[in-house]
Protein backbone atom coordinates (compact mmCIF):
# COMPACT_ATOMS: atom_id res chain seq x y z
CA UNK A 1 0.00 0.00 0.00
CA UNK A 2 1.18 3.48 -0.60
CA UNK A 3 0.08 6.89 0.56
CA UNK A 4 -1.31 10.12 -0.89
CA UNK A 5 -0.98 13.33 0.12
CA UNK A 6 -3.57 15.78 -0.67
CA UNK A 7 -2.29 19.13 -0.53
CA UNK A 8 -3.06 22.72 -0.93
CA UNK A 9 -4.10 26.15 -0.42
CA UNK A 10 -6.63 26.13 2.39
CA UNK A 11 -10.32 26.18 1.44
CA UNK A 12 -9.09 23.98 -1.78
CA UNK A 13 -11.44 21.55 -0.61
CA UNK A 14 -9.17 19.01 0.50
CA UNK A 15 -10.98 17.72 3.43
CA UNK A 16 -14.77 17.72 1.73
CA UNK A 17 -13.19 15.21 -1.13
CA UNK A 18 -11.34 12.76 1.67
CA UNK A 19 -15.03 13.52 3.02
CA UNK A 20 -16.66 12.31 -0.18
CA UNK A 21 -14.98 9.65 -0.94
CA UNK A 22 -15.02 8.32 2.66
CA UNK A 23 -18.65 8.44 2.16
CA UNK A 24 -19.18 7.50 -1.79
CA UNK A 25 -20.01 3.98 -0.90
CA UNK A 26 -22.36 4.36 2.40
CA UNK A 27 -26.09 3.70 1.96
CA UNK A 28 -28.52 6.63 2.42
CA UNK A 29 -29.31 5.20 5.58
CA UNK A 30 -25.95 5.22 6.99
CA UNK A 31 -24.83 8.17 6.11
CA UNK A 32 -27.90 9.94 7.95
CA UNK A 33 -27.06 8.28 10.78
CA UNK A 34 -23.15 9.68 10.52
CA UNK A 35 -24.84 13.03 9.98
CA UNK A 36 -26.71 13.03 12.60
CA UNK A 37 -24.00 11.85 15.06
CA UNK A 38 -22.01 14.38 13.94
CA UNK A 39 -24.98 17.02 14.06
CA UNK A 40 -24.67 16.07 17.82
CA UNK A 41 -21.09 16.18 18.27
CA UNK A 42 -20.79 19.44 17.36
CA UNK A 43 -24.12 20.78 19.05
CA UNK A 44 -22.66 18.95 22.31
CA UNK A 45 -19.47 21.04 21.73
CA UNK A 46 -21.20 24.48 21.69
CA UNK A 47 -20.47 25.09 18.17
CA UNK A 48 -22.84 25.89 14.90
CA UNK A 49 -23.44 23.39 12.07
CA UNK A 50 -22.37 24.39 8.81
CA UNK A 51 -24.36 22.17 6.08
CA UNK A 52 -21.60 23.39 3.51
CA UNK A 53 -19.24 21.74 5.72
CA UNK A 54 -20.96 18.22 6.17
CA UNK A 55 -18.12 16.13 4.01
CA UNK A 56 -15.36 18.28 5.72
CA UNK A 57 -16.64 17.30 9.27
CA UNK A 58 -16.31 13.75 8.48
CA UNK A 59 -12.62 14.59 8.34
CA UNK A 60 -11.77 17.15 10.52
CA UNK A 61 -12.77 15.90 14.07
CA UNK A 62 -11.41 18.18 16.01
CA UNK A 63 -13.61 20.68 17.97
CA UNK A 64 -10.68 23.80 16.75
CA UNK A 65 -11.27 22.28 13.54
CA UNK A 66 -15.48 22.45 13.90
CA UNK A 67 -15.16 25.91 15.33
CA UNK A 68 -15.33 29.34 13.52
CA UNK A 69 -12.00 30.37 13.46
CA UNK A 70 -11.01 34.31 12.92
CA UNK A 71 -7.39 35.13 13.15
CA UNK A 72 -4.91 36.97 11.41
CA UNK A 73 -4.30 34.81 8.69
CA UNK A 74 -7.53 32.73 8.51
CA UNK A 75 -11.08 34.15 8.88
CA UNK A 76 -13.30 31.01 8.27
CA UNK A 77 -15.69 28.53 9.15
CA UNK A 78 -13.45 25.51 10.11
CA UNK A 79 -10.19 24.85 8.70
CA UNK A 80 -7.96 21.43 9.21
CA UNK A 81 -5.51 22.43 11.89
CA UNK A 82 -3.92 18.73 11.59
CA UNK A 83 -2.98 16.04 9.49
CA UNK A 84 -5.53 13.43 9.11
CA UNK A 85 -4.73 9.83 7.86
CA UNK A 86 -7.50 7.80 6.55
CA UNK A 87 -6.49 4.67 5.15
CA UNK A 88 -10.35 3.21 4.96
CA UNK A 89 -11.01 5.21 2.23
CA UNK A 90 -9.67 2.98 -0.59
CA UNK A 91 -7.74 -0.80 -1.25
CA UNK A 92 -4.63 0.33 -2.86
CA UNK A 93 -3.94 3.71 -0.98
CA UNK A 94 -4.20 5.57 2.32
CA UNK A 95 -4.66 9.33 2.16
CA UNK A 96 -3.24 12.05 4.13
CA UNK A 97 -5.20 14.98 4.47
CA UNK A 98 -3.00 18.05 5.39
CA UNK A 99 -4.12 21.33 6.53
CA UNK A 100 -3.83 24.58 4.18
CA UNK A 101 -3.53 27.06 6.53
CA UNK A 102 -1.02 29.36 6.94
CA UNK A 103 -0.77 29.01 10.83
CA UNK A 104 0.00 25.42 10.78
CA UNK A 105 3.10 25.17 8.03
CA UNK A 106 4.85 22.51 10.14
CA UNK A 107 2.07 20.32 9.16
CA UNK A 108 2.12 20.62 5.92
CA UNK A 109 5.41 20.11 5.61
CA UNK A 110 5.00 17.03 7.71
CA UNK A 111 2.04 15.64 5.09
CA UNK A 112 4.11 16.23 2.23
CA UNK A 113 7.05 14.57 3.42
CA UNK A 114 4.89 11.55 4.10
CA UNK A 115 3.12 11.14 0.81
CA UNK A 116 4.59 8.46 -2.21
CA UNK A 117 2.07 10.54 -4.29
CA UNK A 118 0.49 13.64 -4.15
CA UNK A 119 -2.89 15.53 -4.75
CA UNK A 120 -2.79 19.09 -5.13
CA UNK A 121 -5.63 20.58 -4.36
CA UNK A 122 -6.15 24.60 -5.74
CA UNK A 123 -9.91 26.28 -5.53
CA UNK A 124 -10.03 27.70 -9.52
CA UNK A 125 -11.09 31.15 -8.54
CA UNK A 126 -7.84 31.53 -5.98
CA UNK A 127 -5.63 31.14 -9.16
CA UNK A 128 -7.81 32.79 -11.59
CA UNK A 129 -7.32 36.13 -9.40
CA UNK A 130 -4.15 36.47 -10.20
CA UNK A 131 -4.91 37.27 -13.98
CA UNK A 132 -6.52 40.51 -12.40
CA UNK A 133 -3.70 41.40 -10.54
CA UNK A 134 -0.54 44.02 -10.98
CA UNK A 135 2.85 41.64 -11.15
CA UNK A 136 4.66 43.93 -9.37
CA UNK A 137 2.57 44.12 -6.26
CA UNK A 138 3.05 42.88 -3.01
CA UNK A 139 -0.20 40.89 -2.99
CA UNK A 140 0.39 39.56 -6.80
CA UNK A 141 3.95 38.15 -5.37
CA UNK A 142 2.13 36.43 -1.53
CA UNK A 143 -0.21 34.96 -3.63
CA UNK A 144 1.95 33.82 -5.95
CA UNK A 145 3.68 31.97 -3.22
CA UNK A 146 1.26 30.84 -1.82
CA UNK A 147 -0.11 28.98 -4.53
CA UNK A 148 3.25 27.21 -5.78
CA UNK A 149 5.23 27.47 -2.91
CA UNK A 150 3.75 23.24 -1.88
CA UNK A 151 4.52 22.47 -5.36
CA UNK A 152 8.32 23.61 -5.14
CA UNK A 153 8.73 22.21 -2.34
CA UNK A 154 7.17 19.02 -3.53
CA UNK A 155 9.68 18.77 -6.28
CA UNK A 156 12.58 19.24 -4.06
CA UNK A 157 12.33 15.81 -2.02
CA UNK A 158 9.97 14.08 -4.16
CA UNK A 159 8.93 12.75 -8.34
CA UNK A 160 7.27 15.83 -9.57
CA UNK A 161 5.36 13.54 -12.26
CA UNK A 162 3.67 11.39 -8.69
CA UNK A 163 1.36 14.17 -8.31
CA UNK A 164 -1.84 15.42 -10.15
CA UNK A 165 -2.99 18.70 -10.36
CA UNK A 166 -6.51 19.16 -9.36
CA UNK A 167 -8.77 22.40 -9.65
CA UNK A 168 -11.40 22.15 -7.34
CA UNK A 169 -14.56 24.45 -6.85
CA UNK A 170 -15.18 24.77 -10.93
CA UNK A 171 -18.64 25.52 -10.13
CA UNK A 172 -17.79 28.93 -8.61
CA UNK A 173 -16.48 29.69 -12.56
CA UNK A 174 -19.65 28.02 -14.47
CA UNK A 175 -17.32 25.28 -15.79
CA UNK A 176 -15.59 27.79 -17.70
CA UNK A 177 -13.78 26.33 -21.06
CA UNK A 178 -11.44 30.08 -21.56
CA UNK A 179 -11.36 29.91 -17.72
CA UNK A 180 -9.94 26.74 -16.67
CA UNK A 181 -7.69 26.94 -20.06
CA UNK A 182 -5.93 29.97 -18.47
CA UNK A 183 -5.17 28.16 -15.74
CA UNK A 184 -4.01 25.27 -17.21
CA UNK A 185 -1.05 27.90 -19.29
CA UNK A 186 -0.36 28.94 -16.00
CA UNK A 187 0.82 26.07 -14.36
CA UNK A 188 2.74 25.07 -17.39
CA UNK A 189 4.80 27.70 -17.98
CA UNK A 190 6.91 26.49 -14.70
CA UNK A 191 9.49 24.28 -16.15
CA UNK A 192 8.78 21.60 -13.92
CA UNK A 193 5.15 21.63 -14.18
CA UNK A 194 5.86 20.78 -18.40
CA UNK A 195 4.50 17.49 -17.94
CA UNK A 196 1.68 17.02 -14.67
CA UNK A 197 -1.44 16.24 -15.03
CA UNK A 198 -4.22 18.41 -14.14
CA UNK A 199 -8.11 17.82 -14.40
CA UNK A 200 -11.19 19.83 -13.17
CA UNK A 201 -13.85 18.75 -10.89
CA UNK A 202 -16.35 19.88 -8.41
CA UNK A 203 -18.37 18.25 -5.63
CA UNK A 204 -22.02 19.14 -4.74
CA UNK A 205 -22.06 19.13 -0.91
CA UNK A 206 -26.00 18.96 -0.84
CA UNK A 207 -26.91 16.44 -3.75
CA UNK A 208 -23.75 14.35 -2.70
CA UNK A 209 -22.56 14.40 -6.54
CA UNK A 210 -19.63 15.31 -8.05
CA UNK A 211 -17.52 15.89 -11.09
CA UNK A 212 -14.77 14.15 -12.72
CA UNK A 213 -14.22 12.03 -9.63
CA UNK A 214 -15.50 9.21 -10.47
CA UNK A 215 -17.15 9.87 -13.79
CA UNK A 216 -16.70 11.76 -16.38
CA UNK A 217 -18.50 15.39 -16.45
CA UNK A 218 -20.95 16.16 -19.13
CA UNK A 219 -20.37 19.73 -18.09
CA UNK A 220 -16.73 19.81 -18.72
CA UNK A 221 -16.75 17.66 -21.89
CA UNK A 222 -13.97 19.98 -23.18
CA UNK A 223 -11.55 18.23 -20.61
CA UNK A 224 -10.41 14.71 -22.25
CA UNK A 225 -8.41 13.36 -19.73
CA UNK A 226 -9.39 10.72 -16.98
CA UNK A 227 -11.15 11.22 -13.90
CA UNK A 228 -9.70 11.48 -10.24
CA UNK A 229 -9.74 8.06 -9.38
CA UNK A 230 -8.38 6.91 -12.73
CA UNK A 231 -5.59 8.88 -12.59
CA UNK A 232 -4.60 7.35 -8.50
CA UNK A 233 -5.20 4.03 -10.06
CA UNK A 234 -2.12 4.59 -11.90
CA UNK A 235 0.19 5.38 -9.84
CA UNK A 236 2.37 2.61 -8.42
CA UNK A 237 0.96 0.30 -5.47
CA UNK A 238 3.82 0.86 -3.41
CA UNK A 239 6.05 3.95 -3.00
CA UNK A 240 10.15 4.05 -4.27
CA UNK A 241 11.86 2.71 -1.22
CA UNK A 242 15.19 0.96 -0.30
CA UNK A 243 14.08 -2.23 2.34
CA UNK A 244 18.15 -3.36 2.51
CA UNK A 245 19.25 -0.11 3.64
CA UNK A 246 19.98 1.24 7.37
CA UNK A 247 16.85 2.09 9.11
CA UNK A 248 15.59 5.50 8.98
CA UNK A 249 12.32 6.65 10.68
CA UNK A 250 10.40 10.17 10.61
CA UNK A 251 8.42 10.53 13.91
CA UNK A 252 4.87 11.67 12.72
CA UNK A 253 3.44 11.80 16.35
CA UNK A 254 3.75 11.02 19.84
CA UNK A 255 1.09 9.92 21.96
CA UNK A 256 1.92 9.48 25.72
CA UNK A 257 -1.53 8.04 27.00
CA UNK A 258 -1.01 5.05 24.68
CA UNK A 259 2.94 5.54 24.67
CA UNK A 260 3.26 4.87 21.36
CA UNK A 261 5.15 6.83 18.49
CA UNK A 262 3.53 7.02 14.84
CA UNK A 263 6.53 6.49 12.63
CA UNK A 264 6.82 6.53 8.51
CA UNK A 265 9.76 4.28 8.00
CA UNK A 266 11.95 5.50 5.24
CA UNK A 267 14.72 3.53 4.74
CA UNK A 268 15.25 0.16 5.91
CA UNK A 269 13.03 -2.31 8.54
CA UNK A 270 11.78 -1.98 11.58
CA UNK A 271 11.23 -5.19 13.72
CA UNK A 272 9.24 -6.42 16.58
CA UNK A 273 12.13 -6.84 19.53
CA UNK A 274 14.70 -4.35 17.64
CA UNK A 275 16.05 -1.83 19.35
CA UNK A 276 16.50 1.35 17.60
CA UNK A 277 18.21 4.75 18.53
CA UNK A 278 16.09 7.75 19.15
CA UNK A 279 17.70 11.15 18.99
CA UNK A 280 18.40 13.86 19.34
CA UNK A 281 16.14 14.67 22.36
CA UNK A 282 16.67 17.40 24.55
CA UNK A 283 18.10 16.96 27.86
CA UNK A 284 19.45 18.94 30.42
CA UNK A 285 21.08 21.09 28.62
CA UNK A 286 22.01 19.30 25.94
CA UNK A 287 21.40 16.90 22.94
CA UNK A 288 21.20 13.46 23.90
CA UNK A 289 20.51 9.75 22.04
CA UNK A 290 18.73 6.57 23.76
CA UNK A 291 18.16 3.42 22.78
CA UNK A 292 15.20 1.33 23.56
CA UNK A 293 13.39 -1.76 22.29
CA UNK A 294 10.47 -2.01 20.33
CA UNK A 295 7.83 -4.52 21.78
CA UNK A 296 4.93 -4.06 19.87
CA UNK A 297 4.08 -2.85 16.47
CA UNK A 298 0.68 -2.35 14.60
CA UNK A 299 -0.11 -0.92 10.86
CA UNK A 300 -3.41 -0.34 10.20
CA UNK A 301 -4.55 -0.89 13.60
CA UNK A 302 -3.68 -4.78 13.14
CA UNK A 303 -0.61 -5.95 15.02
CA UNK A 304 1.98 -6.92 13.22
CA UNK A 305 6.06 -8.01 13.49
CA UNK A 306 7.61 -5.41 11.20
CA UNK A 307 7.14 -2.34 9.10
CA UNK A 308 8.88 -1.72 6.03
CA UNK A 309 10.03 1.19 4.58
CA UNK A 310 6.90 3.02 2.84
CA UNK A 311 4.78 1.99 5.86
CA UNK A 312 3.66 4.27 8.24
CA UNK A 313 2.44 2.78 11.74
CA UNK A 314 2.81 2.79 15.34
CA UNK A 315 5.28 1.65 17.31
CA UNK A 316 5.15 0.39 21.26
CA UNK A 317 8.17 1.32 23.67
CA UNK A 318 7.46 1.86 26.96
CA UNK A 319 10.87 2.48 28.50
CA UNK A 320 11.11 5.19 26.25
CA UNK A 321 8.00 6.93 28.00
CA UNK A 322 8.89 5.18 31.72
CA UNK A 323 11.90 7.80 31.16
CA UNK A 324 9.79 10.84 29.91
CA UNK A 325 11.11 13.34 32.56
CA UNK A 326 14.60 13.21 31.26
CA UNK A 327 13.85 14.18 27.75
CA UNK A 328 11.87 15.76 25.63
CA UNK A 329 11.32 15.08 21.53
CA UNK A 330 12.94 17.82 19.28
CA UNK A 331 11.97 18.76 15.45
CA UNK A 332 15.01 17.37 14.54
CA UNK A 333 14.56 14.04 16.21
CA UNK A 334 14.83 11.09 14.34
CA UNK A 335 14.85 6.48 14.41
CA UNK A 336 17.72 4.95 13.43
CA UNK A 337 19.33 1.24 13.67
CA UNK A 338 20.85 0.69 17.01
CA UNK A 339 24.51 -0.13 15.46
CA UNK A 340 23.77 1.41 11.97
CA UNK A 341 26.28 3.90 10.69
CA UNK A 342 25.05 7.53 11.44
CA UNK A 343 26.84 11.35 10.96
CA UNK A 344 25.46 13.26 13.84
CA UNK A 345 26.92 17.25 14.13
CA UNK A 346 25.16 20.55 14.83
CA UNK A 347 26.94 22.36 11.70
CA UNK A 348 25.20 21.88 8.17
CA UNK A 349 27.54 22.05 4.99
CA UNK A 350 25.10 22.68 2.32
CA UNK A 351 26.22 23.08 -1.16
CA UNK A 352 24.27 24.91 -3.61
CA UNK A 353 24.03 24.96 -7.34
CA UNK A 354 23.92 28.37 -8.93
CA UNK A 355 22.54 27.05 -12.74
CA UNK A 356 19.67 24.85 -11.05
CA UNK A 357 18.29 28.48 -9.97
CA UNK A 358 16.30 30.91 -10.96
CA UNK A 359 17.55 34.72 -11.68
CA UNK A 360 15.08 35.99 -8.22
CA UNK A 361 17.22 33.01 -5.96
CA UNK A 362 20.57 33.54 -7.28
CA UNK A 363 19.94 37.20 -5.87
CA UNK A 364 18.97 35.80 -2.82
CA UNK A 365 22.05 33.30 -2.51
CA UNK A 366 24.35 36.42 -3.46
CA UNK A 367 23.24 38.69 -0.73
CA UNK A 368 23.35 36.40 1.74
CA UNK A 369 25.61 37.34 4.85
CA UNK A 370 27.06 35.93 7.80
CA UNK A 371 24.52 35.66 10.71
CA UNK A 372 21.75 35.56 8.33
CA UNK A 373 18.64 33.56 9.53
CA UNK A 374 17.25 30.96 6.49
CA UNK A 375 15.17 27.98 6.57
CA UNK A 376 15.46 24.06 5.91
CA UNK A 377 13.07 21.31 5.81
CA UNK A 378 14.67 18.63 7.78
CA UNK A 379 12.69 15.48 7.37
CA UNK A 380 9.07 17.23 7.13
CA UNK A 381 10.16 19.69 9.77
CA UNK A 382 11.28 23.16 9.24
CA UNK A 383 13.93 24.20 11.41
CA UNK A 384 15.71 28.01 11.42
CA UNK A 385 19.37 27.94 10.59
CA UNK A 386 21.78 30.74 11.03
CA UNK A 387 24.36 31.33 8.49
CA UNK A 388 28.17 30.85 9.79
CA UNK A 389 29.90 30.09 6.83
CA UNK A 390 29.97 31.01 3.28
CA UNK A 391 32.12 30.02 0.24
CA UNK A 392 31.02 31.04 -3.24
CA UNK A 393 33.28 29.93 -6.27
CA UNK A 394 32.31 29.81 -10.18
CA UNK A 395 28.56 28.48 -10.05
CA UNK A 396 28.68 26.65 -6.45
CA UNK A 397 28.04 28.61 -3.28
CA UNK A 398 28.74 26.23 0.05
CA UNK A 399 27.23 27.26 3.65
CA UNK A 400 27.58 26.64 6.65
CA UNK A 401 24.49 26.55 8.99
CA UNK A 402 23.57 26.03 12.26
CA UNK A 403 20.62 25.96 14.27
CA UNK A 404 20.60 29.29 16.96
CA UNK A 405 18.56 28.57 19.42
CA UNK A 406 18.71 28.87 23.40
CA UNK A 407 19.73 25.20 23.02
CA UNK A 408 21.65 24.43 19.70
CA UNK A 409 20.30 21.17 18.11
CA UNK A 410 22.38 18.62 16.70
CA UNK A 411 20.97 16.78 13.78
CA UNK A 412 21.22 13.07 12.69
CA UNK A 413 21.46 11.00 9.28
CA UNK A 414 22.46 7.68 8.90
CA UNK A 415 24.67 6.95 6.13
CA UNK A 416 24.23 4.23 3.46
CA UNK A 417 25.55 0.86 2.97
CA UNK A 418 27.01 2.18 0.02
CA UNK A 419 28.35 4.98 1.71
CA UNK A 420 27.46 8.24 1.98
CA UNK A 421 24.61 9.96 3.63
CA UNK A 422 21.44 8.25 3.11
CA UNK A 423 19.45 11.56 2.10
CA UNK A 424 21.65 14.56 0.91
CA UNK A 425 18.92 16.50 -0.57
CA UNK A 426 17.52 19.09 1.25
CA UNK A 427 15.06 22.31 0.83
CA UNK A 428 16.29 25.68 1.96
CA UNK A 429 13.81 28.72 2.25
CA UNK A 430 15.65 32.20 1.55
CA UNK A 431 14.40 35.69 2.95
CA UNK A 432 11.67 35.32 0.18
CA UNK A 433 10.20 32.50 0.85
CA UNK A 434 11.31 30.75 -2.38
CA UNK A 435 12.45 26.97 -1.50
CA UNK A 436 15.60 25.93 -2.88
CA UNK A 437 17.62 22.64 -3.16
CA UNK A 438 20.47 22.24 -1.36
CA UNK A 439 22.95 19.14 -0.80
CA UNK A 440 24.27 18.20 2.36
CA UNK A 441 27.50 17.18 2.09
CA UNK A 442 28.59 16.98 6.20
CA UNK A 443 27.33 16.97 9.52
CA UNK A 444 30.15 17.87 11.87
CA UNK A 445 29.73 18.74 15.40
CA UNK A 446 30.99 22.29 17.27
CA UNK A 447 32.42 21.71 20.37
CA UNK A 448 34.31 23.43 23.02
CA UNK A 449 37.32 22.33 21.21
CA UNK A 450 37.23 23.89 18.06
CA UNK A 451 38.19 27.04 17.21
CA UNK A 452 36.63 29.35 15.33
CA UNK A 453 38.13 32.70 13.02
CA UNK A 454 35.76 35.42 12.35
CA UNK A 455 37.03 36.97 9.13
CA UNK A 456 36.65 40.34 7.90
CA UNK A 457 37.90 42.58 5.19
CA UNK A 458 37.11 45.94 3.93
CA UNK A 459 36.64 47.37 7.33
CA UNK A 460 34.65 50.45 8.28
CA UNK A 461 36.73 52.73 11.66
CA UNK A 462 35.20 49.63 14.18
CA UNK A 463 35.48 50.21 18.19
CA UNK A 464 36.92 45.52 18.16
CA UNK A 465 36.36 45.91 21.85
CA UNK A 466 32.00 46.61 21.27
CA UNK A 467 32.12 42.70 19.09
CA UNK A 468 32.54 40.39 21.78
CA UNK A 469 32.42 39.85 25.65
CA UNK A 470 35.54 39.89 27.24
CA UNK A 471 35.65 36.16 28.18
CA UNK A 472 35.20 35.07 25.09
CA UNK A 473 37.46 37.16 22.88
CA UNK A 474 41.32 35.37 23.28
CA UNK A 475 42.90 37.53 20.69
CA UNK A 476 43.19 40.25 18.38
CA UNK A 477 45.40 39.78 15.48
CA UNK A 478 44.11 43.28 13.35
CA UNK A 479 44.14 46.76 13.28
CA UNK A 480 41.79 49.14 12.31
CA UNK A 481 41.70 49.56 8.75
CA UNK A 482 43.31 45.61 7.81
CA UNK A 483 42.80 42.58 6.68
CA UNK A 484 43.05 40.23 9.88
CA UNK A 485 41.65 37.27 11.87
CA UNK A 486 39.27 37.68 15.25
CA UNK A 487 40.50 34.36 17.01
CA UNK A 488 38.64 32.60 19.94
CA UNK A 489 39.25 29.62 21.09
CA UNK A 490 37.46 26.96 23.63
CA UNK A 491 34.09 28.61 22.71
CA UNK A 492 30.66 27.38 24.54
CA UNK A 493 27.84 26.74 22.50
CA UNK A 494 25.59 29.48 24.58
CA UNK A 495 28.65 32.22 23.98
CA UNK A 496 28.30 30.78 19.91
CA UNK A 497 24.95 31.52 19.94
CA UNK A 498 25.44 34.68 21.56
CA UNK A 499 28.60 35.81 19.25
CA UNK A 500 26.05 35.26 16.34
CA UNK A 501 23.65 37.67 17.28
CA UNK A 502 26.21 40.54 18.61
CA UNK A 503 28.03 39.57 14.97
CA UNK A 504 24.92 40.40 13.23
CA UNK A 505 24.95 44.03 15.06
CA UNK A 506 27.80 44.76 15.04
CA UNK A 507 28.18 43.98 11.07
CA UNK A 508 24.99 46.54 10.20
CA UNK A 509 26.29 49.33 12.85
CA UNK A 510 29.96 49.29 11.48
CA UNK A 511 28.94 49.31 7.59
CA UNK A 512 30.81 46.36 7.00
CA UNK A 513 30.64 45.02 3.44
CA UNK A 514 32.68 42.04 3.11
CA UNK A 515 32.65 39.32 5.57
CA UNK A 516 33.11 35.43 5.60
CA UNK A 517 33.20 33.03 8.70
CA UNK A 518 36.20 29.99 8.89
CA UNK A 519 35.58 27.02 11.31
CA UNK A 520 38.79 25.45 11.56
CA UNK A 521 38.29 21.75 12.53
Known sequence: MCYITVFGPTHSGKSTLMGYIHTKDMSEIEYRQQVHKIRKEISNEGLTYYSDMELAYFVDTGKDERRKYVGEKVSSIGTSKRIHILDDLCADFSFIDTPGSDIVYSEQYSGQFRGD??????????????????????????????????????????????????ISKMDMINYDESM????????????????????????????????????KSELMNYYDGETLIEKLMQFGKEGDYKKTENLLAFIDRTFWERQVIRVKVLYGRIIKGDVVQIGPLKGDEKNIYVKHKIEKIKKDGVEVHNLDAGDIGTIHIPSYFQEQSKYTKKRTTIICGENDSVEKG???????????????????????????????????????????????KGSICNLILFNQNTEPSSFIMPNSVKGGLLINKFALQLSNKHFISGKLTELTQLSDEHKVVFWYTKY???????????????????????????????????????????????????????????IDR
Open 117 to 166: YGIYLIESTLLYNLRYMEHDSKEYHELQYRIFAPLFLWNIYKDIRNIVIV
Open 346 to 392: NLLYITIDYNALKASERECIKLLKIADSIGIVWLGRSVNVTVVGIMR
Open 460 to 518: ADIDYEKLFYDEVVAEFNMEKGDNGDIISYRIDMSDFVQMLSRLRKFIKENGIVEYSLI
Open 180 to 215: YAWICNHFLQIPCLNNVSILPISIDVYRKESENIYS
